[in-house]
């Protein structure tokens, strides 16, 4: 983004927080962005800086426990977003749900406007999509150096008078309809993004000292409002695919039963993978799973410790703050004792004297989500005969999945890399339109499916999800991590990676969808500590059977 | 941050403070979600209003439209579960007034996020500690008794959650037995859930408490898309130009309501209607009972908001999608939706 744009968006912020909402800033913490959250100054709302953690009574107020027991009178304190404030959100990356819809009724309903500092690194990070539709403004400091920025100066007077002006600037007639026609033809569905572009243009217009928008100004209040949100959805289209690497001389035939394949419809080849996998595929992998608990994994999803929610453990001492919950009768009880003793050295007139060494924590256990990573080789060996097959499987798993309330993530490898379709959801309707629309063609880079694959199951891992990891290919990995397509380097890095997925000590499924059952491919995973199921035209009684022994269930 | 860049304060265009919500009658198009809202405020047995679709098409400010329509309630004066007669609040509120009054009918935001504490009550920890005695604080379910409890993002609410809100949805009563209390108080209301199901799907079994269930889409035509924002841009620039015409059609549709609540035991319901209903339900094979009885009612209701004397085959027709469509026995990977299904065997069983 020209730094330009960035500081007229800031303006713009500036001048009518509350009609544009806030900013989405996409940038690791830099002495650029500095720059930007120094500007932020001369917005006319008190800052308040907001951290993903942030507790309810933070936000909202509520009783000050450690004050009330300190006094002996019920002590209030202020929330947050009692008062109008330019909130600003770091680490927006890591906000959870509940956060975010906080933070979106506050936009909603209240004076307030949000600054959010998104550090996403990964793919799959980011901030949740309740907030990006409501906030105004994006900036994104990617590739913009040092060097082309400088101070930002923002004109603290010509700013007031804009804002004086800001009430009394009018929109011409049709502006409204010619922005919301934009927004349509650009696919931005939703509507708060042309109400945001009527706020920016009129603060643009006041900003210029104008009492009309002009074209001028719709112009611009598109570019900041509508640039960012007029992301292409992601193609389902093929694309240009660089040649598969020469095929092995024992390839040909197969590759020729594979040409043949590719007539039937598609249709039926879903149904057919419908009949050949087995339903129970997922609950028995939970079975192996409770096998391999030594591992840290458990049918159910990991335990963990919080102080929030879950099965209740015992209490123990602890400070009160950062979310934890008293435990008031093991408190009451921890006071009792000492009663007399602590009247007798403090006389006081209060009912109960607590001190800090009594207070009490509640503890709590919970099951963590399951997430299960679909890794998908739709390159041109798969694609032709076995990708709709291995996306019916796909989808009798995500049938199982949807059943036990499980997260799903879909991630494809073809050509020279991987791709993460979808990062972890539990919508299926997504899932299914994404894989609906997964091309194929291309080699076989397996290994870069793994890693791809890995990196999604460790990324849900510190989200505290539970990850599973479900890889359908039929083994013929031709392109290693590199990209070149060199067979030896390739099954050498597949390796490499079943080995680092076995460290982990995720569970995975491996699945082959060749039509010959390949050895090389069950020697990876039980290199992964995997179980291993054959998916050639088998029946699925066989396959349910070698499944329950794979899974040592 | 150093001194000469410490923040200064510079007041805003003054805007009116505390506005009312947007009204309903100037939402825009969604009809089947403005029909299904004004069905439960006319009959509240109906069971709520679930309303799932894209970001930004007005489902929370129907809902919070939605106040604005609901006639008023009676209830003792300072009773925290609003009961109707004095001897129906609760020993442990220690109501000491038997005044009735007349409010509006809540409609309690639950909040994503939200502990158990705040729903279900606890212990009132400022009384506890201040002045030693045990005490409940109600939550969010007693301030819902005889209103309505709104669930925005309903389906990314937490398991445990979902799991309380159920039991209490069945059985009609808040049971608290936690930190030394031993409390129970009534808890009916209505669920009005909203979400996008491309964020998560809703568990079945939540899915089914709802009534009803509509699915709204962002509108495609270009002019519905311009109305829209030229009304939501006058209600937010033009707030007291804006209010009084649209508050005035509030008033109007809320008259209505009324009018539909009094004619509604009288209404005559033929055997025919009910046949109907049982043989839609059948060749829909939708699981239990409670499908033809949503039907029935949401029937008679909109029989009633039509000033008909008769329930009839139109007027089942008009809510059978709302009233049956999530509770088909779901096949997850269906792309055309339960709706549809609905409407092609309507055209069968109905003609």
């Excluded at chain 1, 569905?189 to 074209?215: E, F, I, Y």
């Amino acid at each position: 983004m020209e730094w330009d744009r960035i500081t007229l968006a800031l303006n713009v912020l500036a001048i009518d927080p509350e009609g544009v909402k806030g900013l989405w800033l996409r940038a690791r913490a830099s002495a650029v962005r500095d720059r930007i959250t120094t500007a932020l100054a001369a917005l006319p709302l008190p800052l308040v800086r907001l951290h993903p953690g942030v507790a309810d009574d933070a936000l909202y107020g509520g009783l000050d426990l450690s004050a009330t027991l300190a006094t002996g009178r019920p002590v209030q304190s202020r929330g947050l977003l009692s008062s109008p404030a330019a909130l600003i959100l770091t680490m927006a990356e890591r906000v959870p749900p509940g956060l975010s819809a906080r933070l979106a009724h506050a936009l909603d309903t209240r004076r307030h406007c949000l600054i959010a500092l998104d550090e996403a690194a990964e793919d799959g990070e980011g901030l949740p999509a309740a907030l990006t539709d409501r906030l105004g403004l994006f900036v994104d400091l990617d590739g913009l150096a040092w060097s082309d920025t400088t101070d930002i100066f923002m004109n603290i007077n010509t700013l007031s008078k804009a804002r004086a002006r800001l009430p009394s600037v009018t929109l011409p007639p049709d502006a409204a309809s010619a922005l919301t026609r934009a927004a349509a033809e650009l696919g931005i569905r939703s509507l708060r993004a042309p109400l945001l572009a009527m706020a920016a243009a009129r603060a643009l217009a006041a900003h210029a000292g104008r009492d009309t928008v002009g074209d001028n100004d719709l112009q611009q209040a598109a570019e900041l409002i509508y640039g960012h949100r007029a992301l292409p959805l992601p193609d389902a289209t093929a694309q240009d695919q660089p040649e598969p690497p020469p095929p092995d001389p024992g390839e040909d035939q197969a590759q020729d039963m594979e040409h043949q394949a590719q007539s039937i419809p598609e249709e039926m080849l879903v149904e057919a993978a419908r009949a050949a996998l087995p339903a129970d595929l997922l609950a028995q992998l939970a079975a192996g799973r409770a096998a391999r608990s030594a591992k840290g994994a458990t049918g159910t999803g990991a335990e963990r410790g919080g102080n929030r929610r879950g099965r209740p453990l015992p209490s123990r001492p602890g400070k009160l703050g950062s979310g934890a919950r008293l435990d008031l009768v093991a408190t009451l009880r921890a006071a009792a004792p000492w009663q007399p003793l602590r009247r007798r050295t403090a006389p006081s007139d209060a009912v109960l004297l607590v001190r800090a060494s009594d207070i009490r924590i509640k503890r709590f256990v919970e099951a963590s989500d399951r997430v299960l990573i679909f890794a998908v080789d739709a390159s041109g060996s798969a694609a032709f005969a076995r990708l709709a097959e291995a996306k019916g499987a796909v989808e009798l798993l995500l049938a199982a999945a949807y059943a036990r309330r499980d997260h799903v993530a879909l991630v494809a490898f073809r050509g020279t890399g991987a791709e993460v379709i979808l990062p972890p959801t539990r919508s299926l309707v997504q899932t299914k339109r994404r894989l609906a629309g997964l091309p194929g063609g291309g080699g076989t880079p397996l290994a870069a499916g793994m890693q791809a694959a890995m990196a999604t199951a460790t990324l849900a891992r510190a989200r505290g999800l539970t990850p599973t990891i479900a890889l359908l290919t039929d083994g013929r990995g031709n392109i290693a991590l590199d990209g070149s397509a060199n067979r030896a380097q390739a099954e050498e890095d597949a390796l490499r990676l079943a080995r680092a997925i076995r460290a982990t000590g995720m569970p995975a499924v491996v699945i082959d969808t060749a039509n010959r059952p390949q050895p090389s491919l069950a020697a990876m995973a039980r290199a992964m500590d995997a179980p291993y199921l054959a998916l050639p035209r088998a029946d699925a009684r066989r396959l349910s059977g070698v499944l329950g022994a794979a899974l040592g269930g | 941050m150093p001194a000469d860049t410490a923040p200064k304060i510079h007041a805003l265009p003054s805007r009116a403070a505390p506005r009312q919500p947007f009204p309903f009658s100037a939402i825009v198009g969604q009809q089947a979600m403005k029909q299904a809202m004004v069905l439960t405020a006319i009959d509240p047995a109906i069971g709520g209003v679930l309303v799932f679709g894209d970001r930004g098409t007005g489902k929370s400010t129907a809902v919070r439209a939605l106040a604005a329509l609901l006639p008023e309630i009676d209830a003792v004066e300072g009773c925290p579960v609003n009961s109707a007669r004095a001897d129906q609040c609760p020993d442990w509120a220690q109501v000491t007034s038997t005044q009735i009054i007349r409010k509006p009918t809540p409609v309690v935001d639950l909040p994503l996020g939200v502990t158990e504490d705040r729903v279900v009550g606890a212990l009132d920890i400022e009384r506890a500690l201040t002045r030693g005695e045990k005490a409940f604080e109600p939550g969010l379910l007693a301030r819902a008794n005889r209103g309505y409890l709104y669930i925005d993002e309903v389906n990314l609410l937490e398991d445990h959650i979902v799991d309380l809100l159920l039991d209490v949805a069945q059985s009609g009563e808040n049971v608290v037995e936690r930190e030394g209390l031993s409390i129970r108080h009534a808890a009916r209301f209505v669920l009005v859930g909203s979400g996008n199901p491309e964020e998560g799907e809703l568990r079945p079994q939540l899915l089914d408490r709802f009534g009803l269930s509509v699915e709204v889409t962002s509108p495609r035509d270009v002019d519905t898309r311009v109305e829209v924002i030229l009304r939501r841009d006058a209600y937010e620039t033009g707030y007291d130009a804006f209010m009084p015409d649209w508050q005035a059609a509030d008033a109007a549709l809320q008259a209505r309501i009324l009018a539909a609540r009094a004619a509604l035991p009288a209404l005559k319901t033929p055997a025919t209607v009910l046949h109907d209903c049982a043989s839609l339900c059948i060749a829909l094979g939708s699981d239990g009972l409670r499908g033809e009885l949503t039907l029935l009612r949401a029937a008679r209701a909109q029989a009633a908001f039509d000033g008909d004397a008769t329930v009839g085959r139109a007027h089942l027709k008009a809510v059978a999608v709302m009233a049956l469509s999530h509770r088909l026995r779901r096949d997850p990977l269906d792309e055309a939706g339960s709706g549809v299904r609905v409407v092609r065997m309507l055209d069968e069983v109905l003609p």
